[in-house]
């Protein structure tokens, strides 16, 4: 004790840091007890907030969270994810380490206290209301098809008639039919509530019924049986009030009670409309059959000048060929649409009458309905004049039937598989990608679901699968509820793509490893709960380049993965088990890699030998530290991101300077000195970044922010030349 005074009367001399360490160092415990006792009360606050959203949820239906419950309860979660990791670094501390052990856990106490002081107040309500009804669907403009419409309409408006089903091959034009029979349903407020789900060829019942509550804006418990989500179900159904529930592209008979739909009928007022390409489904599920019958040629001929342009409308010369042209299409609403498309625009005669030997060529061949569809939707790919253009229309198979895909990630996907030619920036490359995209989209081979994303028709994708067993050869299982990896005999030496993303898949078993795939360039097993991979797996895979493994469970990878040397895509993306990776020195032919949302502490070993990496995604937040000199090395660098609110991830101005290619940054400066530094040397070479979002700061001696950290959020940023800076 006689030692203690006279260092604490030195250390108030030496001015309040000195005290604050020795405080954090001496009380540590105090702290350590302190942060356990927040943490269990904001532990305990999530908790209750859930129940009772919950029993919101549940009691009227029809609500849905409140936007910033909802970003609480997530900030929460990860805050008590990142406790765990706290309290485990200082029960393992060393006695030395007490000071700064003593500082994180009083700066992680004052984040929860913050949380808990944002505590959401359930008296003022946890959710709001949701669309009373439901939501209008996007849909082409309907040409013909009146009389079917008006009776399925009249079906519906009449009480003894509970189950409709409606038939048609692919492409008739059912689902177009019923959208706006959704809309109108919407429109005339006959019943209280009208939901609208696909299911598509692979049935998947928890699937369908999480869409179900989904479109009710409720959720169904992860953990029930299948007994209890069915019953769930059905209660949410039944809080619903007078529905209508409408089932696009069922396959095969459905159990309504395994499902948990309740039983429509007269005294409750439910409806039941499903859809189909078979007409056995509608009998055996007990349904009022409807029929959507072909256009007549003079509907037909109506929707094809509607949308071949009004160029060719008011061309006669080619009117004959025209005609001709539309009684090859059957009257099939989709295959109209897709031909018109193709030809829009086109003028010259000579292609038309060649378009229209080619429809007749390849319907001949074919007796079957479904199979005349698939041919004469070739027509339209065969029409796109650049072959690297078909590889990307065929590529967007690779994914679910069904499946919504976001644009940007789609360009990126036909980037990494080199189908749009390298330009001098990742923008131009990208910018090429919105016009190949809105070429397919414009010869109706892709719809357009929303600004974000696109679809393929089911009909379309049959098509494209259809060459796909052909040249490229490629295996196409995704999303189709697999839960064991396919056997060797499927992996057929001349495969050159494959797709089992969106699957149940978590074990690779050796029994199963394909012997030789010389001819491999794609492998996307993205979204499945993998979680090893043997040493052998990627040993007969010579030309493997794009490698998908996120959101998968994997927590290593077998250092066999130096043998894909010609490896040029790598994707862990929220793999959060990944916590190593062996030496990627070999992979020098790697141009994008992305470990964002993993859990690796530190850069992969041979990491500064990736020389031709474009693209690194590095927003981690378990990473310790960037090794000194490894971003000036990577001087191909366009994309670079880091997690902007971990300080051991913080860069030097001079680190940045080498990258004379960077279009796009995320990441975070030391401080305002090192920011300005980067400006200045972004100004200096001209330097236009198209995107920039970063922090720059420190925290105080306690943790937590105040004046001094400054963070700085620049997006879209196109000229550096008049930026000032930032001052201090």
């Known amino acids: 004790m006689e030692y203690v005074e006279p260092v604490a009367a030195i250390a108030n001399c030496l001015g309040s840091p000195v005290c604050k360490y020795l405080q954090y160092h001496r009380k540590l415990n105090d702290y350590v007890r302190n942060f356990k006792r927040i943490r269990d009360k904001l532990n305990c606050k999530m908790e209750d907030i859930e129940l009772q959203l919950k029993a919101e949820l549940l009691r009227p239906l029809g609500k849905i969270p409140k936007k910033g419950v909802e970003n609480w309860l997530k900030d929460v979660k990860e805050m008590i994810r990142e406790t765990q990791v706290v309290e485990n670094k200082v029960s393992n501390g060393r006695y030395l380490c007490r000071a700064c052990n003593g500082k994180l856990v009083d700066k992680k106490s004052r984040q929860m206290q913050e949380y808990l002081d944002k505590t959401p107040k359930a008296s003022e309500g946890l959710a709001v209301d949701g669309p009373s009804s439901g939501l209008p669907l996007e849909t082409s403009e309907l040409v013909g098809e009146e009389a079917v419409r008006k009776e399925i309409w009249a079906c519906l408006m009449q009480e003894e008639v509970s189950k409709i089903g409606v038939w048609g091959m692919g492409g008739v034009g059912k689902s177009t039919i019923m959208k706006h029979i959704h809309n109108d349903l919407l429109k005339e407020q006959r019943f209280e509530r009208v939901v609208w789900v696909t299911i598509s060829k692979e049935f998947n019942i928890v699937k369908l019924q999480n869409d179900i509550a989904s479109a009710l804006n409720g959720k169904m418990p992860e953990e029930a049986n299948k007994v209890r989500r069915a019953a769930i179900l059905s209660e949410m159904l039944k809080r619903a009030g007078k529905h209508v529930l409408i089932l696009d592209d069922v396959w095969s008979e459905v159990s309504l009670e395994e499902i948990g739909i309740p039983k429509p009928s007269c005294s409750n007022g439910y409806k039941l409309v499903l859809t189909t390409r078979v007409e056995q489904v509608c009998k055996s599920m007990g349904c009022k059959v409807i029929k959507v019958k072909p256009l007549s040629e003079e509907e037909a001929l109506i929707l094809f000048l509607s949308e071949v342009g009004p160029n060719i409308v008011q061309n006669q010369t080619l009117m004959p060929t025209l005609k001709l042209v539309v009684k090859e299409c059957a009257g099939l609403p989709l295959t109209i649409v897709v031909i018109a498309g193709t030809l829009r625009g086109e003028d010259d005669p000579l292609i038309w009458k060649n378009t229209l030997r080619e429809l007749k060529e390849r319907i001949g061949k074919v007796k079957e309905g479904e199979d005349k569809v698939i041919e004469s939707l070739k027509v339209s790919f065969n029409h796109l004049k650049d072959e690297k253009m078909k590889h990307c229309f065929l590529h967007s198979s690779l994914y679910p039937e069904d499946f919504q895909i976001g644009k940007d990630g789609l360009i990126e996907c036909w980037i990494e598989e080199g189908f749009i030619d390298d330009m001098s920036t990742r923008k131009e490359m990208k910018d090429k990608g919105h016009v190949i995209l809105k070429k397919l989209e414009d010869n109706c081979l892709l719809e357009n679901v929303s600004s974000e994303r696109v679809k393929m028709h089911d009909a379309v994708r049959d098509m494209a699968l259809s060459i796909t067993r052909m040249n490229p050869r490629c295996m196409i299982q995704a999303g189709s509820q697999l839960e064991e990896f396919p056997e060797k005999v499927q992996w057929s030496p001349d495969i050159e793509k494959v797709s089992l993303m969106y699957n149940s898949i978590s074990e690779i078993s050796i029994d199963v490893l394909p012997t ?166 972004m100004q200096q070479s001209k330097k236009n970044l198209i995107n920039y979002h970063l922090q720059v700061g420190s925290d105080d001696a306690g943790g937590a922010r105040d004046k001094r950290d400054k963070r700085v959020t620049i997006a879209g940023v196109q000229n550096w030349e008049g930026f000032g800076g930032v001052k201090g």
């Open 516 to 681: 030789k795939c010389q001819l491999l360039t794609t492998l996307l097993l993205q979204h499945n709960p993998i979680k090893k991979i043997p040493y052998s797996f990627f040993i007969n895979m010579p030309c493997l380049s794009v490698l998908n493994l996120s959101s998968t469970k994997i927590k290593s990878l077998p250092n066999s993965i130096s043998e894909l040397k010609n490896l040029t895509t790598l994707l862990f993306c929220g793999c959060r088990g990944l916590r190593d990776l062996p030496s990627l020195s070999m992979l020098q032919e790697l141009k994008k890699l992305d470990l964002s949302r993993t859990k690796i502490e530190e850069v992969p070993e041979g990491m500064d030998m990736l020389i031709m990496l474009r693209y690194l995604d590095l927003r981690v937040r378990t990473l310790k530290e960037i090794p000194a000199g490894l971003i000036s090395k990577l001087v191909h660098l366009q994309h670079l991101s880091f997690d902007v609110d971990s300080e051991k991830t913080s860069l030097k101005a001079e680190e940045m300077e080498p990258l004379k290619k960077l279009e796009y940054f995320t990441g975070r400066f030391e401080d305002i000195s090192e920011f300005n530094k980067f400006i200045s040397s």
